[in-house]
Structure formats: C-alpha cells, structure tokens
C-alpha cells in the first residue's frame, strides 16, 4: 500500500466520520421510525416541533453509535501514527546505549510521514554503524602499520643502549629510514584526514603539466631505471590551476607503485585536454590490479594479499592520498585495465 500524507490522512478520517455519523443518523432514524409505525402506530403529531420521548430516544441512540465509530476510527488512525513512533524511540534507545546494528521496523506504511522518517532515521543508523566500523578498521589498521617502525626504533635503541649495538653509519641510516617512514605514514594520514573534512589547503598556481609531469619523471628515474623500466611519455602543454606540489605528489605516488608493483618493460605516461580537463594517464606493464581490490583502491589501506605487496611492504596509503589530492582539486583518479597489459591509472584535473 502506498503511504498517504498525514494531513490527507486526518481529511479522510474526518470525511468517514461524517459519513459514517450520517449513514448511522438515517439508518436508525428510519429503522427506528419503521418499527414504532409498524408495531406502535403514528410516531408524534404532524406540525408538532417539541421533542418526544421516541424522537429522545433516536437522538441519543444516533450519538451514541456516531461516537463509537469515530472514536474507534480516531484509535486506528493514531495507532498507525505512534506505533512507527514507538518503535523509532526504541531503536534510538537502543543505540544511544551502543547497539548500533538496532533498526526502526514498522509494519504499519500507512502514514507517509512516518515511513519516511524511519527509513531515514533507518539511513542514519546504518551509516553510523558503518562509520564507526570504519573507525575501528582505522585504528587498527593505523596501530598495524605504526607497530614495525616503532618495534625495529625501539630494538636498535634498546640495543644501542645495551652495548649490544654500536653506533656506525649503517645503523643510523637505518634508524632514519624507519623514522622516514613513521613520517610518511603520519603525514598521508593527515593529508587524508584533512581531505576527508574538507580542510586538505590548495595553494594554487598556474603551471605547464607537461613541465610538472616531466620533474616527477627525472626524480624517479633511477628508482625506474633499477626495475629496468623505461618512461615512453606522451605530454601535450597545458596550462592547468592546480597546486603544483600536490599534483607532482600524486603523480609521483602512482609513479612509485609501477617501480614496486610493475614488471621490466615501459611506463606510458601521457597528457591531453579534455573539457576544460587535463587527462593524465600512466599505464605499465605488470600484473595489474586483479579483483574486488580494484574497487576499494582509492580506499586507505587496500592492498593485494599477495606477495609481492608484502615483499615491497607499502603501508595502502599512496592511492588513498592520490584520491584526496585529486578531490580537494575538484578532479578525479580511476583505475582501468591498460592495453599495455597492466595498471592503468588515469587522472582527471579541472584546468580553471
Ligand atoms: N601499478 C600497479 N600495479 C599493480 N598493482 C598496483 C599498482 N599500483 C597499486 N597497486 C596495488 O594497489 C595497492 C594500493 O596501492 P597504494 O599505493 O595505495 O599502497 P601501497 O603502495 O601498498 O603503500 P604506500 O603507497 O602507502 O607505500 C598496492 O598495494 C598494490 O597491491
Ligand atoms: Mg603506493
């Protein structure tokens, strides 16, 4: 059945009742008056406009039966109102005491107000059951990927400390990689973090892509060069708004990704114009990204459960950032399968 507004429901309460009340009104006015002639004779005199005892008694008896219906009429129509309301302040009970998978569940669709403020107060309640799943899944993960740096700092110092360890500049090197890398964790936290809430700063400035793109490749090229791929690039000059220290970060992340994750072979890294949008895709030729992960990757801390991940030991936060970077500028980052065989990332960037 579909749900009516409750000001369309109390209108047709009120026009049953009336009819209802006139119905009754005739019926027993004219039953009433058939049985008094049929076994008593005439009823009252013609021209005779005081009250008798037979008129008193169909007075009271037409009340009487009016006031039934509409009173039995008026409780099926509340009913249907506070019964979804009884069971919303149960669920709302039952999670403000922490339980928070507890749903609003109301047979009653009658009134359209209620139904849709349960299926929005339903909404709300799943939303916050997932969010402070995700929370959780956070902390957790968080707390996972922190524990090895702090571990190994923590070994070496104790050991340093000991006389175990001597200082030399191996160990040292060490100790600053593991603290590079606390860093890096904390701070793409704090890029997404700060994305998520809106607040990631875009410090915007007019810049040629094709340079930008160009200084991201010169930096990592050695770390290419030593997985034996080879840049092929494609660039077209574009004038683009972007902060450019961002946009050389997120292209350097996916850039990063292809030195760990991609085969011997080259990286194809284009740029064109489209729609007031700059196009930048990388494409490589490795594996790919196989599976359900290509739908969460832009999500913190998705990574393949395979080996090689965990060989090359990325914490899941490198496309997360991407995402936010490309977000914050009003853009966009989507995976799709290259012709070349492997990953294809492409970027998509408002020019104004
Ligand atoms: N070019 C690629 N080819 C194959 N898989 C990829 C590629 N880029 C990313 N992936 C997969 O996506 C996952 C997520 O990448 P992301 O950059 O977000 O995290 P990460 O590289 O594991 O860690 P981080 O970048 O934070 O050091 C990777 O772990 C990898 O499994
Ligand atoms: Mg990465």
């Known amino acids: ?39 008593y004779g005439r009823v009252s005199a013609d021209n005779d406009l005081s009250m008798t005892g037979f008129d008193w008694f169909q007075f009271v008896i037409i009340n009487l039966l009016s006031l039934i219906v509409s009173t039995l ?3 099926k129509l509340s009913r249907k109102i506070i019964h ?23 047979e009653s669709v009658y009134i359209k107000e209620t139904t849709e403020l349960i299926s929005d107060f339903n909404s709300m309640a799943q939303r916050l059951e997932h969010t402070s799943g995700e929370i959780k899944t956070w902390n957790a993960a968080i707390a996972h990927e922190l524990r090895t740096p702090v571990t190994i700092l923590h070994g070496r110092l104790q050991g340093l400390s000991d006389g175990v360890f001597f200082p030399d500049e191996k160990l040292y090197k060490n100790l600053l990689k593991q603290v590079e890398g606390l860093a890096r964790i904390i701070e793409d936290l704090r890029t997404i973090s700060l994305a998520e809430s809106g607040y990631l700063s875009i410090k915007a400035d007019r810049v040629n892509i094709k340079t930008e793109i160009a200084c991201v490749i010169e930096a990592i090229l050695p770390a290419l060069t030593s997985k034996s791929i080879r840049p092929v690039t494609r660039l077209d000059n574009i004038s683009v708004l972007c902060d ?39 494409e490589d030729e490795g594996k790919g990204v196989e599976g359900e992960l290509q739908q969460t990757l832009f999500e913190p801390f998705r990574r393949a459960e395979d080996s090689r991940s965990r060989e090359y030991g990325g914490s899941g936060l490198g496309l997360a950032v991407v995402n936010a970077i490309l977000r914050a500028h009003g853009g966009n980052v989507a995976y799709f399968k290259s012709e070349l065989g492997g990953a294809g990332f492409r970027i998509e960037l408002p020019t104004k």
Not at 245 to 274: C, H, M, W
Request: charged share 15%.
């Open 1 to 39: 059945m579909k749900p009516i507004s409750l000001n369309r429901a109390l209108i047709i309460l009120m026009m049953k009742m009336t009819i209802y009340s006139t119905i009754i009104a005739f019926s027993v006015y004219y039953l009433t008056t058939w049985v008094a002639v049929k076994y």
């Open 73 to 75: 009429a008026t409780i």
């Open 84 to 106: 979804p309301l009884l069971t919303l302040a149960d669920a709302s009970r039952k999670i403000s005491s922490g339980e928070l998978s507890a749903r609003a569940v109301s």
């Open 244 to 282: 450019p220290v961002r946009i050389r970060q997120a292209i350097l992340a996916i850039l990063d990704n292809v030195t760990r994750y991609a085969q011997p072979g080259i990286v194809l890294i284009s740029s064109f114009e489209k729609n007031d949008c700059v196009i930048i895709t990388v």
